[in-house]
């Protein structure tokens, strides 16, 4: 049974750091791609940060120089390290994986950015 399961996400002052990870389990990770979304209180989800299996990235415009994304296939895991968080970061962050046979996602992790 595929499962992916974040954690990390918390309430953070604006300008500070968190980790998010995301374990997998039920497949390895390490042919494919991995993503990072946010996710709207309405569903919409729009995509953060991807690493594919050779580990070349992508971010969206808005986190480019601020957030990373890594994965560490030995753990099974993804991560998303967040720098200079701002109040318009704020938003349950999702991991998702597509694969031949459908798409996966998480239940998600809640990133609060207030002061």
């Known amino acids: 049974q595929v499962q992916l399961v974040e954690s990390g996400g918390a309430l953070v002052q604006p300008g500070g750091s968190l980790r998010l990870s995301c374990l997998a389990s039920?497949?390895?990770?390490?042919?494919?791609?991995m993503s990072w979304f946010r996710q709207s209180s309405w569903g919409k989800r729009d995509l953060v940060a991807l690493i594919t299996s050779s580990d070349s990235t992508y971010y969206a415009d808005s986190v480019k120089g601020r957030f990373t994304i890594s994965r560490d296939n030995a753990k099974n895991t993804v991560y998303l390290q967040m720098n200079s968080l701002k109040p318009e970061d704020t938003a349950e962050y999702v991991c998702?994986?597509?694969?031949?046979?459908?798409?996966?996602w998480g239940q998600g992790t809640q990133v609060t950015v207030s002061s």
């Open positions: 998702g994986v597509s694969r031949i046979d459908d798409d996966y």
């Open positions: 039920g497949f390895s990770i390490s042919p494919y791609p």
